[in-house]
């Protein structure tokens, strides 16, 4: 089942190649604000150790019903990322804020059923 944020966004679609993350997403409702994606890679002990925050080419408050928008993510840090596999969770915030658009998951954060995986 597709992933609803804010009953206004729904998560249609991914794609993960090395540390860079493509999002298809489908406007279901109009917004006044506009929302930027968090992506975030944890370890183990949810660290973070690699982010990928990126606002949509277009600014949500311009979104209509049913478009369908891709935003890219590269994981990058500040320091070199250890090798393993890491958990990768996203979500949308308000960047007036920082609330984030609701979700049916703890914090308001979806965890994708991909893992980062570091060589």
């Known amino acids: 089942d597709p992933v609803q944020f ?3 966004i ?8 090395g540390n860079m993350l493509t999002l298809s997403w489908r406007a279901l409702e109009t917004m006044s604000a506009n929302y930027t994606v968090f992506v975030q890679a944890l ?22 019903v049913s478009e369908q928008f891709l ?9 070199p990322i250890a090798v393993g596999e ?3 969770i996203l ?4 960047t007036d804020d920082l609330t984030r658009l ?3 998951f703890a914090d ?5 059923p991909v893992r980062l995986s570091v060589p």
């Open 71 to 79: 935003t890219q993510h590269k994981m990058t840090s500040n320091q």
């Open 6 to 8: 804010g009953g206004a």
């Open 43 to 64: 370890d183990d002990n949810n660290q973070l150790v690699g982010q990928g925050d990126a606002p949509p080419p277009l600014p949500t408050r311009y979104w209509q």
């Open 108 to 112: 308001n954060i979806f965890t994708l």
């Open 86 to 88: 890491y958990r990768v």
């Open 102 to 104: 609701t979700t049916a």
């Open 10 to 17: 729904e998560l249609t679609g991914y794609y993960l190649q």
């Open 91 to 94: 979500g949308w915030y308000n």
